[in-house]
């Protein structure tokens, strides 16, 4: 027995330095250009799908510490694939070096918590600007980041509501790192409303663990329920448990939480046999392409809504 375990885990470590060595994709036509704003100046990254962009989408990426993909080109991002493939424009801002010498964006600090100050607002021009130049849907924004890129996306989430029509702070942590809704519905002020919320939270994470991700989700399930009262279930509705693909040994579970009205307001996927760094390349690369695009159909299924009013 204790030899059968030890293989499967060499196995396992086998193919976690698979993915941790970023199989490169297919090479995508990517734009790098800046925004400067009273608060700063951060450069992204653009990615537009063949085809008029006006009238599309758009999903706004934030990476984590010390993990912008940056080469100058980048190569092996798959969220650029499912951009093709699903027709909405895809922008990857970066970490200025200067503001954080780990590349991580300040979540954490005061100054960067509330609406119309620090990065969120640079973020939050970025998205306006290219709403702006390229026509693009307004009822159709989306925001999504990884670990302190997650972070990150709750605070934009609670402070942009208006802005973005769904979310996804993966393996992130709750506002203001306090574990009632009614810190986001402050934040929300007058534009309070439930916001879909996808979460992706490895089961063995040691940076964002389970209990994190945990908080995460009960935190936008209750200011859902502030927002719109009896609109977010608190267990889930559906459970799923599903192989991320062929020949990739990590199962997943999926919880999905609907509302009474049939709106899916949650999805909370986690990859069980995965820890920290493992769900950074899940969400970047080629091996978890069937998350990423699962994590899109969520996105993409929701419309920006009135307040106090649930998708």
């Known amino acids: 027995m204790r030899v059968t375990v030890l293989r499967l885990f060499a196995v396992f470590l086998l193919f976690a330095a698979c993915l941790l060595s970023g199989a490169p994709g297919a090479q995508a036509q990517i734009d790098k250009r800046c925004f400067t704003n009273g608060a700063g100046t951060r450069c992204y990254y653009l990615h537009v799908p063949p085809g008029a962009a006006a009238g599309k989408p758009l999903m706004v990426y934030l990476h984590g510490c010390d993990d912008p993909i940056d080469h100058p080109q980048p190569t092996g991002f798959s969220l650029t694939r499912v951009a093709d493939e699903m027709g909405f424009v895809l922008a990857y801002p970066l970490q200025d070096p200067a503001a954080n010498k780990e590349l991580c964006w300040n979540w954490d600090k ?36 990884y670990s302190a890129g997650g972070a990150t996306t709750t605070i934009l989430g609670a402070t942009y509501p208006d802005l973005y029509a769904a979310i996804a702070p993966m393996a992130g942590a709750p506002y203001l790192t306090q574990p009632d809704g009614q810190v986001i519905i402050d934040a929300m002020g007058p534009r309070a409303r439930p916001m879909p919320t996808y979460f992706l939270q490895t089961l063995f994470d040691e940076i964002s663990n389970i209990v994190i991700g945990r908080a995460n989700l009960a935190q936008w399930r209750a200011a859902d329920n502030l ?4 609109s977010a279930p608190s267990i889930p509705t559906d459970l799923q448990v599903l192989a991320l693909g062929p020949g990739v040994p990590i199962p997943l579970t999926i919880e999905h939480y609907a509302s009474p009205r049939g709106c899916e307001l949650a999805q909370f996927t986690t990859p069980l046999l995965a820890e920290h760094a ?29 307040p106090n009013q649930s998708c």
């Open 110 to 145: 005061p100054g960067n918590q509330r609406r119309g100050e620090g990065e969120p607002s640079i973020i939050a021009g970025i998205t306006t600007a290219l709403i702006d130049e390229f026509h693009l849907d307004r009822s159709r924004v989306y925001l999504g980041g």
């Open 278 to 306: 493992i769900g950074a390349a899940l969400v970047q690369q080629d091996h978890g392409i069937e998350i990423q695009r699962n994590l899109m159909r969520f996105l993409l299924a929701h419309h920006l809504t009135p």
């Open 227 to 230: 927002a719109d009262p009896g």
